[in-house]
């Protein structure tokens, strides 16, 4: 393949159809996909990417508004990530948990110092799931309980406990452990309590969760665990005074409180945590994507003082090979220089403000099938409807094959223009890298209101 110097000034290979036929091939003899029946399945094989971009073999490219799976935070290629990838290879490429190594520790410092100074430690991990269990373990350890409460309409991870805890159908066919309970949270738009306000729907939501912890037995659970801003689930933005109520609950009961920000962490909501944006202060932290947008899988707990300090003098039974690996790390330390000298979280909050929100608000106005638009920073969702006065969704939950053919075709339409869409059930949700420009935002978002004309043409069918 020889190159070419695209529109946007970046560099790519001219399409190469048989190329990327051989990618597809070898890809569908032999890899083993996530979450799919594997016969139908007909991956794009990708042949690069570039900051909010990336394309195909065949010369499409594609706007990456779902940061592949909202962990591509500071885009495709960034040049000062994979500078800090090459120079920590050059420097020690692994080094094992029990030593120390310089990266591990100026990362853990940097996370702790922006978490707060209630923070005091970091457990690395692989990725989001493994910091779910251990921050589960370390609360289990502390409070000498087992039981844990989690949301339904949440993802926490694809194995052991935090897929029991996961509140969507991925959880259907993997609950094999015990102590978890799921409640339900606050979500106005659909309310599990008849809720006409979010200041109604707060106080049902902890009335509810209250009685379930008085039900289950205070004295049996060790957390409660919710994603501060719930992701794949749709973009559910507590409302006022949610998260300090559960906050109370946790204290009057002795439960700690695990914040789930695999997702919402590292700058997608517009602050370095989303719990910042909310006034309150969790036990226990979890993040993954965001720390070093995926280029090393990374993931871990931020650990309270109090909860820290409790292992001071008894050993925390757990570890994993690969924990604070060294190229992770180095990444992550160049993700927190890129953030503060390009001002990643102001331009992010500018962009939510200024041009999502409002941009998504006038949907309801010209859109018949949207519903609700919700959000903040670049973290929004979409919600479709075949009916706004029953609120109907566009497809039913969990729809897939026919029933999901509605959000098939929007999705088709988002890609004939250019834009990989992220779609979920009735959702499709706004979650672009966020170095993305402003010209860019607005060209994807065009995009998606031409295709959203599909949507309409169903409404009352
Ligand atoms: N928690 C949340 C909120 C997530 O969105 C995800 C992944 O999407 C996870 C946990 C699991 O992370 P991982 O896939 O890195 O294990």
Redesign the pocket.
Known sequence: MTDYVALDGTTRPLPDPDAGAAVLADDRAHVFHSWSAQAALAPVPVAGGSGATFWDYDGKSYLDFSSQ???LNLGHQHPDLIAAIHRQADRLATIQPSMANDVRGILAREIVEVAGESFSKVFFT???????EYAVRLARHTTGRAKVLATYR?????MGT?IALTGDPRRWANETQGHVVHFFGPYPYRSAFHSSTPEEETARALEHLESVIVLEGAATIAAIIL?TI???NGILVPPPGYLAGVRELCDRYGIVLIA?????GFGRAGEWFAFQGFGIVPDLV?F??GVNSGYV?L?GVVISDAIAHAFDDRVFFGGLTYSGHPLGCAVGVATFEVFRRDGILEHVRDLGERVVGPRLASWLETHPSVGEVRGRGLFWAVELVRDRETREPLVPYNAAGAANAPMTAFASACKAGGVWPFTHFNRTHICPPLVISEDELNRGLDVIDEALTTTDQLMGA
């Open positions: 799976l909202v962990n692989n990725g989001g799931v493994d910091a779910n949440s993802y926490h991870g694809g935090p994603e719930v992701g794949t789930d920000e695999v997702m919402a979890t993954a994507k899988p993931g």
